[in-house]
Every structure is written in structure tokens, then in C-alpha cells.
């Protein structure tokens, strides 16, 4: 590519950025909550050990 097309693409993506919808104060409350991240993060662990020991299983 070349300079101007590479500034144009910058420019393209810039624009799509800043047209992005910006979270909610509640979903930022959500984000940063550290006890409903540790539940979704046990929740993501049962996950895959689910899966890991089904495939366990089946050998």
C-alpha cells in the first residue's frame, strides 16, 4: 500500500471507532465487578471441565 491509501484506511477505521455506541454505566459496573467476574470465571472453568472430561470419556 501506499502512504495516502494507508492514512486513508487509518482514517476509514478512525471513523468507525468514534461511531461506536459506548457502554452503559451499568454495563461497566458489570465489567468491573470482581465478584461477578469470579462467577463467570468458575462458571467458564465447569465449562471446560465439562467438555475436557466428555472427551475423557469417550476413549
Known amino acids: 500500500m501506499t502512504d495516502a491509501k494507508d492514512k486513508a484506511v487509518v482514517g476509514d477505521i478512525a471513523r468507525q471507532i468514534s461511531s461506536a455506541p459506548l457502554p452503559t ?28 472430561l466428555k472427551g475423557h470419556h469417550g476413549t
Open 25 to 52: 454505566e451499568a454495563t461497566l459496573r458489570r465489567r468491573q465487578s470482581l465478584p461477578l467476574q469470579t462467577l463467570r470465571f468458575a462458571a467458564l472453568n465447569a465449562r471446560i471441565m465439562r467438555m475436557v
